[in-house]
Nanobody, 113 residues
Framework: QVQLVESGGGLVQPGGSLRLSCVASGFIIRSVTMSWYRQAPGKERELVASIPSAGGSSKYADSVKGRFTISRDNVKKTVYLQMNSLKPEDTAVYYC??????WGQGTQVTVSS
């Protein structure tokens, strides 16, 4: 079964850090661009970061540049999103996506004191 499973979300105070993980099954991620999106209540889903399959540079939304880092481990079939200096406006459900293939179910990130 082709699927993505996210984990690592939770409640964190402003200024804190979280690392999200996305594990793929049923397909090989080596040749796929992988992305993280997020959707806050009442807002549209937006692209947070993407990492190409080979070569090229990762891309980030302006709102997270310098704070978030996307990475991938093709052997483990896992994509990560390291989130530092978190802000309340980062609160959202975060989704992993294998571009052109499948979405994960999402993991909630809440930044609040």
């Amino acid at each position: 079964q082709v699927q993505l499973v996210e984990s690592g979300g939770g409640l964190v105070q402003p200024g804190g850090s979280l690392r999200l993980s996305c594990v793929a099954s049923g397909f090989i991620i080596r040749s796929v661009t992988m992305s993280w999106y997020r959707q806050a209540p009442g807002k549209e889903r937006e692209l947070v970061a993407s990492i190409p399959s080979a070569g090229g540079s990762s891309k980030y939304a302006d709102s997270v540049k310098g704070r978030f880092t996307i990475s991938r481990d093709n052997v483990k079939k896992t994509v990560y999103l390291q989130m530092n200096s978190l802000k309340p406006e980062d609160t959202a459900v975060y989704y992993c996506k294998a571009e052109g293939r499948v979405w994960g179910q999402g993991t909630q990130v809440t930044v609040s004191s």
